[in-house]
């Protein structure tokens, strides 16, 4: 598989290899905030419940502003759509910094969420513009976020560390906003001056797209045909929202109520399971060359099933943790697999408005659940959030099985018999 995995990466084309090498500044970034946030909050004296509203909120400001994020994306560009959200993401967490109150720190969750939502609603076509076949989109995908959760587990250790290294005033976590924020702005400045500026395949994407063997179809029946397309797509996405949700925002509270761990040791635990989630997206396309998408997505559903469901019950601390650690290499291929396929099934013309259809779908699920579980963790309730989610997946899986499966093929083999792939 290393040598599948070496392979990929000598043949990636330009913008697609410098894209992934500022992915790392991006990962460390992300680690340390994610990790810190939720403590910083407890400490500033913030409840369980009121965390989860602020994470909810968050949510539901990505998914309000991203359809709206795809049509400005269409007029800025990719580039400076993706280049503006990082430099957004820095100015909040400056502003999480020194914020104490509950207005201050909402402010700067919002700016946060304009932030991912510029990213998310350009970083994927973007790169995929850069790739010179579907067969590199897969690969492209997959290597960006193995990079972006090596580093995130990076990020995630050292901010385990960073509050005693540089304690801040507020609480001991306020100075490792700015570290993180210093990663992301540095990020967002070098994929400014390193990242081509336009592609020719996204110019010959986008007349495939509009155009084609297609162009012949009544122009009412093909865009309606599209448009129930993207909304099938977007709601396997939403049910991906919703089991993050449940859980991914809350694995250091789970881990220090449960289990009653130190800092150090669940930002030693967060940043090895972001190793697991490397070695996840590594090894997806190699299984996905080895077995198909469709074995593969049907294998990822069920085994996310049983180790989510077996996180629910009454362990020890260690048994939970080589759980977790599994958990997030299958949470992470699923999750990479749905994206690419999905975004790989849609013509170039119609990317940008799935990446808001994406982004819209996943960020209320993601609020939906959110909310719902800090309310159920306030509670004190740490196994019914890992309950609810193997039943979700188990919903996702017969989503995809009963109206994802076939659109998808169908869609793919129409792209192949157009010359798109």
Request: charged fraction near 10%.
């Given at each position: 598989m290393w040598t599948y995995t070496v392979n990929l990466v000598r043949d990636l084309s330009p913008g697609?290899?410098?894209?992934?090498?500022?992915?790392?500044?991006?990962g460390i970034g992300a680690g340390i905030f994610s990790l810190i946030l939720n403590l910083h909050l407890l400490d500033l004296g913030f409840s369980k419940g009121a965390i989860g509203q602020i994470t909810s909120l968050g949510a539901l400001t990505v998914g309000l502003t991203s359809l709206p994020a795809g049509y400005v994306v269409k007029r800025v560009g990719r580039k400076p759509m993706l280049v503006a959200g990082m430099l957004l993401a820095f100015l909040s967490l400056v502003l999480f910094g020194f914020g104490t109150t509950m207005t201050e720190v909402t402010a700067a969750q919002l700016i946060w969420s304009l932030g991912i939502t510029?990213?998310?609603?350009?970083?994927?076509?973007?790169?995929?513009?850069?790739?010179?076949?579907?067969?590199?989109e897969t690969s492209a995908y997959s290597l960006l976020f193995a990079m972006f959760t090596f580093f995130t587990g990076v990020g995630t250790w050292i901010g385990g560390y960073l509050p005693d290294w540089l304690p801040g005033h507020s609480t001991v976590y306020q100075y490792a906003f700015f570290v993180a924020g210093g990663c992301l702005g540095l990020s967002g400045i070098l994929r400014g001056l390193l990242l081509p500026s336009t592609n020719a395949r996204a110019d010959e994407g986008a007349e495939a797209g509009a155009g084609g063997s297609l162009a012949e179809q009544p122009a009412a029946r093909k865009k309606?045909?599209?448009?129930?397309?993207?909304?099938?797509?977007?709601?396997?996405?939403?049910?991906?929202?919703?089991?993050?949700?449940?859980?991914?925002?809350?694995?250091?509270?789970?881990?220090?109520?449960?289990?009653?761990?130190?800092?150090?040791?669940?930002?030693?635990?967060?940043?090895?399971?972001?190793?697991?989630?490397?070695?996840?997206?590594?090894?997806?396309?190699?299984?996905?060359?080895?077995?198909?998408?469709?074995?593969?997505?049907?294998?990822?559903?069920?085994?996310?099933?049983?180790?989510?469901?077996?996180?629910?019950?009454?362990?020890?601390?260690?048994?939970?943790?080589?759980?977790l650690l599994l958990r997030g290499t299958g949470f992470t291929m699923l999750n990479n697999l749905t994206d690419s396929e999905c975004m790989s099934a849609v013509a170039e013309g119609e990317r940008n408005l799935f990446a808001g259809m994406r982004t819209v779908s996943r960020s209320i699920g993601n609020t939906i659940a959110s909310y719902w579980a800090g309310y159920i963790l306030a509670g004190n309730h740490y196994s019914l959030?890992?309950?609810?989610?193997?039943?979700?997946?188990?919903?996702?899986?017969?989503?995809?099985?009963?109206?994802?499966?076939?659109?998808?093929?169908?869609?793919l083999q129409e792209q192949q018999a157009q010359g798109q792939v």
């Open positions: 697609v290899k410098r894209f992934i090498a500022t992915e790392s500044l991006f510029a990213i998310v609603n350009s970083e994927i076509q973007l790169i995929f513009q850069y790739c010179r076949s579907k067969k590199e309606g045909h599209s448009l129930y397309f993207l909304l099938i797509l977007s709601l396997l996405i939403f049910n991906g929202g919703f089991t993050f949700g449940l859980l991914s925002p809350f694995l250091n509270v789970i881990l220090k109520f449960r289990f009653h761990m130190e800092d150090g040791n669940i930002s030693g635990l967060l940043a090895l399971s972001g190793f697991f989630f490397f070695v996840g997206s590594i090894a997806m396309p190699y299984l996905v060359e080895k077995w198909g998408s469709r074995k593969t997505f049907v294998v990822l559903f069920l085994y996310n099933v049983l180790v989510v469901a077996l996180m629910a019950a009454a362990m020890p601390a260690a048994v939970f943790a080589v759980l959030p890992f309950i609810l989610t193997a039943a979700a997946v188990l919903i996702g899986y017969i989503i995809y099985a009963w109206l994802v499966q076939g659109m998808l093929d169908r869609r």
